[in-house]
């Protein structure tokens, strides 16, 4: 395999974050996109110094991000949890997915520990929502040992549970009944931007009442019936609803940026902390974004333990490259993506000149991604699961598959006109694990992309949620 020369000097690959063996991806790989020769990394605070740094990464001690979670709840009134009611702290898939997942567990455990110590209830249950299947949550809760952080109290669940009706202003909505059957609710969430086709930072502390939290009938909205700016009131309906106010002791947020994880926040109120975490995210994340908007010769490597949408690589998630073609943040755009398939005709990136998947799971559509570009599996293992993929039938049909990943890395490069440019989606956070060139190309981009947003996009983003940019340092009102 030749690879250009670089004409700077760059770090060696970083070790991404273990994949978690599921039932719904092959056997943990023997390869892993960092091993193809010729990758180097490049940190994110070399491309954007003014990220915030993180204190916590997958590799390293969770102290600080427990002492993070204490210090946040310090400042929390838990004084309505009494010792005999029953408290239900209540988690999402996807912050499992945010640097190998330890750093939400800690914090979960945290969230118990604190509780207890605090109010001397012993009743915390931890509800562990996972949307694809049965055995979903009951991985999770083995691989993070969730049982022993809750002392045996943790149950899972996805949308298809029993269910609970809850009267909104738009009507009655339905719930999970497996959250809900307790007299407090603590509502755990995280500021990884992730799928920003979606929810457009619009209200995102509330999107977890309308599709985690939510039965299938009322989950499907958000997706089916309502584009992304409309779906964002289904959660805020539910979490503004009299029966979730007087349930919801307080909510707690694992804050990240594209460097790691950089700390937590909690409030009783709400709103207030989803401002707060609004403000976060659009700062931490927005650079990264624009960035993403000018690569044009790509060839990503999916090799993580989400879905293909959902793998990070220096904390960004590869659905934010592939749907790069307008930016998400800005709501002068209008919202005419009220499904998939019009997301996917108009707004996918022409950057990407072809695809590899080396480990992936199964679930989630994406039989767009070969039929947009040439897609190369990396081996029979992958293929075969895949072949199985109930909602990918004719994946096979469009996608190539090598004998193994070094060969699909060719037959990319082959497909792709022989671009050098490769990017690893792996989960990694502070760097990035790509080639050389790919490497330049971001270098010459950023200084425009940080001037970008600083002087333009930053402040209007702000804006546009009704947040101060001068109170918050991020130019002129």
Known sequence: MTITAPSRTFKPPIEPPAIMPSIYGPPVRPLRAKDIPGMVSLPVTQLFPDIPLAIYRHDQDGAPLRNAAMGALARVDMTMIKPNQRVHVICSEHGFGIDGGFGYAEMLGAVRDEIVSRTGCQNVKLVVIAWHGRKEPREFIEYYGLDKRYHGKVVGANPLDAGIEIDTVLGPLHGIRAIYNADWIIHTHYDDPREVYAHRAIDRITKPFGMSYARIETRSIFHMQMGPRTGNLIGRAIADSDFVRSKLAFSVVMKSSPDGLTGVDADNDLDQLGARTTADMLRSYGKMLALLRTVDDVIPIIDGARWPYYVHAGGMIFGQLFFNGRDWWDLDLPDETADTEHLIGGNVSLGIKALVLNHTLIGLTVLALPMVYPTVIADRAMADVMARDFA?????E?????????????????????????????????????????GEQLLENAPGCSRLVDEELLPKYLKQRGLDPVALGAGSA
Do not use: H, K, W
């Open 392 to 396: 990918n039938a004719d994946f096979l």
């Open 398 to 438: 469009y996608a190539e598959v090598a004998d193994d990943l070094f060969q699909a890395v060719e037959m990319a490069r082959e497909r792709a006109g022989g671009s050098n440019n490769l990017m690893c989606f792996d989960g990694s956070y502070g760097a990035i694990n790509l080639t050389p060139s790919m």
